[in-house]
């Protein structure tokens, strides 16, 4: 592992980055992953994390419900960075990000500022404010940030908090960051767009992850200018990025695409690529990416 603030050290079996000239710029492709691992001590005890990351080799990598603390699982990738936001009841939710380049700075959670303005506690007092679900990572010319959105529940007990205050909060902290400069945000953002991002969406309306007020929520990423960058490329149903434990869901790809990768509109000419890579197995989640040329 490296620590927040130490050099990578130098492997000579590292992937070296592909680049193309174009004039006097060398422009580089970048991979970026998103994948919510569901625990990432079960993906490593089953050795898919590590298979992963040695077949795709992201540039950067983030992760969501990693359900552990830095140190918790036996990682061995020297050539990343690690930085880890755990949630402070053990076992649940939280983000990382492991990157081969070190970034400028990252941040935990959401600024100290937005607490004085958002309301992250449900009825039940339970504070997505501590529940380690996002980090945001600044290069030189990008900020990443990864990101656990709150799952309403199946009673929709949390889909106050969903629609009033997280994903408000949310758009204003993206938005906030992107006046300094373009923003990649990816995640398990909890929700299915339109219908044709889940394979039975009429008799799924209204529930957790369907709801007019989820919908709602992600609409308005969209209208601020963020791109779904998956719809960039590929139109129509049937791509999912997550399938129930039931009556074998997975493999009749009866699923929800509720894990993305959306960028300013400043990048969506860089985007090459945007992929859901549902062959890859150790969660209910699949791995989502993008190819950048930066």
Request: with cysteine; glycine share 6%.
């Amino acid at each position: 592992m490296v620590a927040p603030g130490a050099m990578s050290p130098v492997s000579s079996m590292a992937p070296q980055p592909t680049a193309t000239s174009r004039g006097l710029h060398t422009i580089r492709a970048m991979k970026f992953y998103s994948w919510n691992v569901n625990g990432i001590r079960a993906v490593t005890r089953k050795g898919t994390f590590q298979k992963f990351v040695a077949e795709h080799k992201p540039d950067i990598l983030c992760l969501q419900e990693t359900k552990a603390e830095k140190g918790q699982a036996e990682i061995d990738l020297p050539d990343y960075h690690e930085y880890w936001n755990s949630a402070e009841k053990k076992g649940y939710s939280g983000t990382a990000i492991f990157s081969r380049e070190e970034p400028l700075k990252v941040t935990c959670g959401f600024p100290d500022s937005f607490a004085k303005k958002f309301s992250f506690a449900d009825e039940l007092k339970r504070d997505a404010w501590n529940e380690g679900r996002v980090v945001t990572a600044e290069y030189p010319k990008f900020f990443a940030v990864t990101v656990y959105t709150p799952n309403a529940k199946d009673d929709l007990s949390r889909l106050k908090l969903r629609h009033e205050h997280w994903d408000p909060a949310f758009l204003a902290y993206v938005k906030q960051l992107e006046k300094k400069k373009p923003v990649i945000f990816c995640g398990d953002l909890n929700v299915a767009h339109t219908e044709l991002d889940l394979a039975n969406p009429k008799p799924n309306r209204g529930k957790k992850g369907f709801t007019d007020e989820e919908r709602e929520g992600f609409q308005k990423f969209v209208d601020a200018g963020f791109i779904d960058t998956f719809r960039l490329f590929t139109q129509g149903n049937g791509h999912y990025s997550w399938w129930s434990h039931f009556a074998n869901a997975r493999a009749r790809n009866v699923g929800w695409r509720i894990d993305y990768v959306l960028v300013s509109a400043a990048l969506r000419k860089h985007v090459k690529k945007a992929e859901i890579h549902a062959d890859v197995l150790g969660s209910d989640h699949c791995p989502v990416s993008i190819t950048l040329d930066l």
